[in-house]
């Protein structure tokens, strides 16, 4: 099916431990996104990408990785979790100057 | 840099009448304006959007927004509120031209329908 899909969808880890969020996408957008949404924070910019094997970071990008090795995937890791970290997550994609679509959306707590 | 204020966090309306939901934008070039919607516990999907075409935009849903540059506003408007309307709004400003960091979003505007 066409589309972003998120994975998983609901994940508890304890904090220390490393946690990757999976994203992917069938559209060869160019453009990738990650982003939390915290409540009374709306969502924020963790890392984006405009090209495989090219990424930058957004507003709260400290303590995440990113890569972008394929087109269609864009995974993030959260190195070292902390309890800071529990948020919803949001994979987007888009190509330029057209709308983004998103996931599901990924719930993430952190104990 | 670009930026997004929506003037309201809550908004409450009775149903059958209409909706305001009110943004400003602030973008050093001509920005792309998006309006999405977000359900309780779903993603964000997308109510229309504004690309230097048409002043005035239709979405879906009956919602419909109108870019006034002197204003450096896109409030988004519905004549007659239904129930399932009742969710989060964001505005949102893209200007891929200032730097490729992504779309930037308002704080969200929350919609209460009142029965």
Known sequence: ?????????????????????MCHQTWSHSY???YRQDLGHGLRLIYYSAAADITD??????????????????????????????????????????????????????? | ???????????????????????????SYSPSLFWYVQHPNKGLQLLLKYTSAATLVKGINGFEAEFKK??????????????????EYFCVVSDLRGGADGLTFGKGTHLIIQP
């Open chain 1, 1 to 21: 099916d066409a589309g972003i899909t998120q994975s998983p969808r609901y994940k508890i880890t304890e904090t220390g431990r490393q946690v990757t969020l």
């Open chain 1, 32 to 34: 990738m996104f990650w």
């Open chain 1, 57 to 111: 970071k957004g507003e709260v990008p400290d303590g995440y990785v990113v890569s972008r090795s394929k087109t269609e995937n864009f995974p993030l890791t959260l190195e070292s979790a902390t309890r800071s970290q529990t948020s919803v997550y949001f994979c987007a994609s888009r190509d330029r100057d057209t709308e983004a679509f998103f996931g599901q959306g990924t719930r993430l707590t952190v104990v």
């Open chain 2, 1 to 27: 840099a670009q930026s997004v204020t929506q003037l309201d966090s809550h908004v409450s309306v009775s149903e059958g009448t209409p909706v305001l939901l009110r943004c400003n934008y602030s973008s």
């Open chain 2, 70 to 87: 002197s204003e450096t506003s896109f409030h988004l408007t519905k004549p007659s509120a239904h129930m399932s309307d009742a969710a």
